[in-house]
């Protein structure tokens, strides 16, 4: 069974980090397109880093570039998202995907 389970989300102040984490069992980010989404309140979810289908070239929504990188561990097992200069409009949940499997989410928030 495959299971992805995200932590490192909290409330920061804006201009601060935040390192998230999505570790995965039964599963290798290494081998499939993956990512980390976000939805914030009201809003569809969106994505915002990824790796590609050839699981080695990134990409970064325009909110996120020059401020997050995503990142996996050597085994692949673990994906990051390290995010920095935050800002109130990061304030969302933010999911890891990879394949077809979703993570629950873990809440950023980012305040003044």
């Known amino acids: 069974e495959v299971q992805f389970v995200e932590s490192g989300g909290g409330l920061v102040q804006a201009g601060g980090s935040l390192r998230l984490s999505c570790a995965a069992s039964g599963f290798t980010f290494d081998d499939y397109a993956s990512g980390w989404f976000r939805q914030a309140p009201g809003k569809e979810r969106e994505g915002d880093s990824c790796y590609s289908s050839s699981a080695v070239d990134t990409y970064h929504g325009d909110s996120a570039k020059g401020r997050f990188t995503i990142y996996r561990d050597a085994d692949g097992n673990t994906m990051y998202l390290q995010m920095n200069a935050l800002e109130p409009d990061d304030t969302a949940v933010y999911y890891c995907?990879?394949?077809?499997?979703w993570g629950q989410g873990t809440q950023v928030t980012v305040s003044l």
């Open positions: 995907h990879g394949d077809v499997y």
